[in-house]
């Protein structure tokens, strides 16, 4: 099972970018969809963006589409989420996230992550 750690994250004003990468270990990264969950205090956690395995096909969830980004580096297992233009409301804990068998088609159904990262800290200041 692939292990899955996040960084980051920090603290940004309204309008400000950052960009959050995903460093993978242990498993076969390069054949899993991965994606970004992201959840606010009080609330469920969501769905941001996801990509194929071959980094092909890509989903985003319709708040962020227009600002935030994925990507991926297969050669230096890492996942990406550049984000710009942020907002107060994309306030939450970032988690990265895999698909739970190789060579899934990318879905944005919290169901189909299997592997989850420890999170890191979104905070945009109004």
């Known amino acids: 099972q692939v292990q899955l750690v996040e960084s980051g994250g920090g603290l940004v004003q309204a309008g400000g970018s950052l960009r959050l990468s995903c460093a993978a270990s242990?498993?076969?990264?390069?054949?899993?969809?991965v994606g970004w969950l992201r959840q606010a205090p009080g609330k469920e956690r969501e769905f941001v963006a996801a990509i194929s395995w071959n980094g092909d096909s890509t989903v985003y969830a319709d708040s962020v589409k227009g600002r935030f980004t994925i990507s991926r580096v297969n050669s230096k297992n890492t996942l990406y989420l550049q984000m710009n233009s942020l907002k107060p409301e994309d306030t939450a804990v970032y988690y990265c996230?895999?698909?739970?068998?190789?060579?899934?088609?990318?879905?944005?159904?919290?169901?189909?992550?299997?592997?989850w990262g420890q999170g890191t800290q979104v905070t945009v200041s109004s």
């Open positions: 996230a895999a698909h739970r068998k190789p060579y899934m088609v990318v879905t944005s159904l919290r169901a189909d992550f299997g592997s």
């Open positions: 242990g498993g076969t990264f390069g054949s899993m969809s």
